[in-house]
């Protein structure tokens, strides 16, 4: 016993010193949130970690419903959602009011795993039906419709969607919503739903994964996840009757019409945006900032982020297929950082 | 008069020291004590937090929660029944395919194998309990999966395909891989407790059975199996109640869909997959209260599984479980 | 002579099934090693062991954090849960009368049967929300709470197993209670001990859903036991459900190491307590 008391102490002490030696000066802030701008936001922290080596932000990318959750228990300094909190959520959070600030634009696409099938076209009746799983097979006469003189396989569809509480979710249902009565009425609008058919992923990482190595399946992930990974993805037919891809010009022009009438709180939905380009899958992406902070220092800290992230930040977005904020809303956004006490 | 100075002569100085050996000794039964207890506090204390936040769950659905099969988020109605049926379906299939070859093994290994090549066959085996199950897990995405969707489930559904249980399209994820991951987590178990349970049969039995003419499996079979067969069924019992609760390799597989389904090619759910996945993020609270109260069912599951299982694999080998 | 020829072919035929059994289940273990090997064994190199995670899609990171956060979760389990398990069980074999130890083995039993899901809520409950992070000291609870019935059982079993010989002569020699368990009993018994804590740290070195959680995870090194850390079973799970080959490598490597690490301990554990059995035999 006593060498194993030995042993222990040893042990203990040497932990100590280990966390100690670990600890420099830097200051952890912890957020977690959204996986939809997961890699635009880990390139931020990663820049501005270079730029402010005393400040380090530890990002885990758990889902938009992870993110509020944990906002809301406190477990973390501030989130990141997809979709913006509900009255019902705001209510929940008593200690301090919860401001939201949009950091990017981006649009969600429907990626799908067809040998030989390059961008395929969705319209909005196609694409609700095969995740009502109404359209089983995909040669059906909907998606030939949509694709005519392409050679559609004679395969199941496998639907992937996410297990996880997900803002990319909310706004996919969103507008399956907005385009289906019949997905409104039967399923609904959350981050997470009573999905009819299909797999579950993890993050858009998973929902990627899955689709990556599940032939002839079909999921829905933010454009970079897409891009990233070399896997194709479809367009999909707009309000105003064309079918667009996703890129940095189309998502901005759904984010045009919203610039100008942007609420004071930021919470807008811009699915199905009217304009002859607009992707119809696109969507703002929100940091959940407390508007107290008993530490000064983290307040400080996190306030020069939001003013990086407002500046310098948004440049890198094109590189990473989003589409920055609109000057408009950026100007907006930068007058309410000064409600952050 | 004043106070007598008390000075303690050599004599009941030593007097003195025992009292305090003995002292020491109460204060070593007490000490020793608060850890013991402090186990039994601990455990009292996660039941208690289990309830404490489950309770908006089970006041809103009463016994109906394991009943209902709806699990909508949106409209804040949950139950467990798919969960439910994830999990004693892929318990069972694991069982379907682990009692056989593992009973199978464990008679090998006990009946005649060579003294020196059944202990370490039983070594190996039993390492393979201690492989971490995400590891396992890493290992179905990428190896078992791939063959579910391109050998195995096409040609299921090519040879059975008329019956509801090989219908659907081959996902490679699903109700019969997470089964054969689960099996491959259970066979330990069943080997080295059947083998423990078959090396206790005594000899006198198999003997008598071959003097009578039997031939060696015979004599196992029908003589030496059924003798041990309450050890053998104790080891079941502790492989379902391992199955159960199985949580990381089970998640990579399952496929993670909310609904029940009779085809076992399908994606399905278990009470530890789901919890995994939406725990950190059920927002709202009947929805983390109703992911609790799965908690709770699984763990009443696991208690009345583990104890019937060592009531019997004491009533046979006569030690306690074994932890291989 | 028909059923007698039949009976011998149903012999050899059953017989063989059982070998092919037998070869079957042992094989597992060998094609597991061997799938991590082949997969894994090209990525285990230096940027491996000392770098920390880039962005996905950026290759030459590593699992630095990852391995040392692991050693961090476990050092503390293995802090609350050694003393723990080494003190109880000398209660239970040495103090004990009869219904308290038999409730509390009850318990450690019932304990170890909770589903490491299910021990995570509970550790989320009672360490992270009062705390309000997320942090190793909830991740090393939480494991902790998984190694105490392993040890707790372990111990006593080898405690008990020393004969009463031994306590008796000692007590004899005027020795206390106290004494005789420092200086005769355990040490007769600290192999079976060693082993049953080496069990117990193999055990939770693996766990990855205790710690989903309750640790969650980090892209940094934790500055202090208060913060997230990162661990390798939690980053080889996310790494193998994400799309980028790159972290598919990394996952194979991280199963590698964790694997060997938890196999040497086992093999460790069945050395020692054979070891000690020689030992107490002379």
């Known amino acids: 016993m006593k060498t194993s008391l030995i042993w222990n102490t040893t042990l203990w002490i040497a932990v100590f010193t280990a966390a100690g030696t670990m600890a420099a000066s830097a200051e952890t802030i912890n957020a977690a949130g959204a996986t939809f701008p997961a890699p635009i936001y880990q390139k931020w922290f990663e820049e501005f970690h270079k730029a402010h080596p005393d400040i380090q932000i530890n990002y885990q990318a758990i889902g938009s419903g992870g993110g509020i959750r944990q906002l809301t228990e406190a477990t973390v300094d501030f989130g990141a959602s997809d979709m913006p909190m509900t009255n019902d959520e705001l209510s929940k959070v008593s200690k301090y009011k919860v401001l939201h600030f949009p950091t990017v634009l981006g649009g969600i696409v429907p990626t799908y795993n067809v040998p030989g099938a390059a961008s395929l076209k969705f319209s909005d009746a196609t694409l609700s039906g095969i995740y009502l799983g109404s359209i089983k097979k ?19 569809i496998t639907v992937v969607h996410r297990s996880d509480g997900s803002g990319t979710s909310f706004v996919f249902t969103d507008y399956l919503a907005k385009v289906s009565p019949e997905w409104k009425s039967k399923v609904g609008v959350n981050t997470s739903v009573n ?91 929100w940091l959940l900032i407390p508007d107290k902070f008993t530490d000064q220092t983290k307040k400080k800290s996190i306030v020069d982020f939001l003013q990086w992230m407002l500046t310098t930040g948004q440049a890198d977005a094109q590189a990473l297929s989003y589409a920055p904020l609109p000057k408009s809303i950026v100007a907006q956004e930068q007058k309410q950082i000064a409600l952050i006490k | 008069m004043g106070t007598a100075v008390v000075t303690a002569p050599p004599q009941s100085r030593a007097r003195n020291l025992g009292k305090l050996f003995r002292d020491g000794d109460q204060i070593t039964h007490f000490v020793t004590f608060l850890f013991a207890a402090s186990v039994f506090l601990v455990t009292v204390f996660l039941v208690y937090e289990l309830w404490i936040h489950s309770g908006p769950s089970r006041a809103k659905f009463g016994f109906g929660f394991l009943t209902s099969r709806t699990w909508d988020p949106v409209a804040d109605q949950f139950g467990a029944l798919p969960f439910i049926y994830g999990t004693v379906l892929t318990s069972f299939l694991a069982l379907l395919i682990s009692v056989p070859l593992g009973v199978g093994a464990a008679i090998f290994l006990a009946e005649l194998a060579p003294p020196r090549f059944s202990n370490i066959c039983t070594f190996l085996v039993e390492l393979l309990a201690a492989v971490p199950s995400v590891i396992l897990g890493l290992l179905a995405i990428f190896t078992l999966v791939p063959i579910m969707r391109q050998s195995i489930e096409p040609f299921l559904k090519h040879t059975l395909g008329y019956l509801p249980l090989f219908q659907g399209p081959a996902y490679g994820v699903g109700y019969l891989t997470a089964g054969i991951i689960l099996a491959i987590m259970t066979f330990p178990f069943i080997i080295s407790i059947s083998r423990e349970a078959l090396l206790v049969v005594p000899r006198e039995q198999r003997e008598a059975a071959l003097a009578l003419g039997a031939t060696k499996w015979e004599s196992t079979w029908q003589v030496v199996v059924p003798y041990a067969r309450l050890g053998i069924i104790g080891s079941v019992f502790l492989a379902l109640a391992r199955a159960l609760g199985e949580t990381m390799a089970v998640t990579m597989v399952i496929g993670n869909n909310t609904g029940i389904h009779t085809s076992l090619l399908s994606p399905g759910y278990t009470i530890a997959a789901i919890i995994a996945n939406d725990f950190s993020e059920a927002s709202g609270d009947m929805y983390l209260s109703s992911l609790v109260e799965l908690g709770l069912v699984l763990f009443a599951l696991t208690m009345v599984l583990n104890a019937a299982a060592q009531l019997l694999i004491i009533a046979t080998t006569g030690k306690g479980s074994k932890q291989p | 002579m028909n059923r007698i020829a039949r009976r011998n072919i149903v012999n050899n035929v059953m017989l063989t099934v059982t070998g092919i059994c037998t070869v079957v289940t042992v094989s597992v273990l060998f094609l597991i090693l061997g799938y991590l090997v082949v997969n894994g064994w090209r990525s285990v190199d230096w940027n491996f062991f000392t770098k920390l995670p880039l962005s996905p899609g950026e290759a030459g990171g590593g699992v630095a954090n990852a391995i040392v956060g692991s050693g961090v979760v476990v050092l503390i389990a293995m802090v609350i849960g050694i003393p723990v398990g080494f003190l109880g069980a000398i209660y239970l074999a040495e103090f004990g009368g009869k219904t308290v130890p038999m409730l509390i083995r009850y318990t450690a039993d019932l304990l170890n049967g909770v589903p490491s899901i299910v021990i995570g809520i509970f550790a989320w409950t009672v360490i992270v929300v009062p705390m309000h992070h997320f942090s190793a000291w909830a991740g090393g609870f939480a494991l902790s709470l998984m190694m105490i019935p392993i040890g707790l059982r372990a111990t006593e079993q080898f405690l008990r197993g020393v004969p009463n010989s031994l306590r008796e002569a000692s007590l004899a020699l005027g020795a206390s209670k106290t004494r005789t368990i420092i200086s005769v009993i355990v040490p007769a018994a600290r192999q079976g001990i060693l082993t049953g804590m080496i069990l117990g740290v193999a055990r939770i070195a693996g766990e990855t859903a205790p710690l989903l959680f309750t640790s969650l995870n980090n892209q940094y090194w934790a500055k202090s036991l208060n913060e997230p850390t990162a661990a390798l079973p939690v980053l080889i799970y996310n790494y193998a459900i994400s799309p980028y080959e790159d972290l598919h490598r990394q996952a194979w490597a991280a199963g590698l190491v964790l694997l060997v690490l938890v196999l040497i301990a086992n093999i460790a554990s069945r050395w020692v307590l054979s070891r000690g059995t020689t030992a107490q035999r002379g």
């Not at chain 1, 909907?142 to 559609?152: E, S």
């Open chain 1, 138 to 156: 995909w040669n059906d006469a909907a998606l030939k419709k949509d694709n005519p003189g392409v050679n559609l396989p004679n395969e199941d």
């Open chain 1, 195 to 285: 999905w009819p058919v299909g797999l579950g992923g993890k993050g858009n990482e998973g929902v990627a994964g899955l689709v990556k190595q599940t032939p002839f399946s079909i999921g829905y992930v933010e454009l970079i996840y897409a891009v990233q990974n070399k896997m194709e993805y479809g367009l999909l037919k707009n309000a105003a009757g064309n079918f667009v891809k996703a890129d940095f010009n189309t998502v901005s022009d759904a984010a045009a019409g919203a610039a100008k009438d942007m609420p004071a709180d930021f919470r807008v939905s811009i699915t199905n945006a009217p304009g002859k380009n607009a992707y119809p899958l696109s969507s703002f992406t």
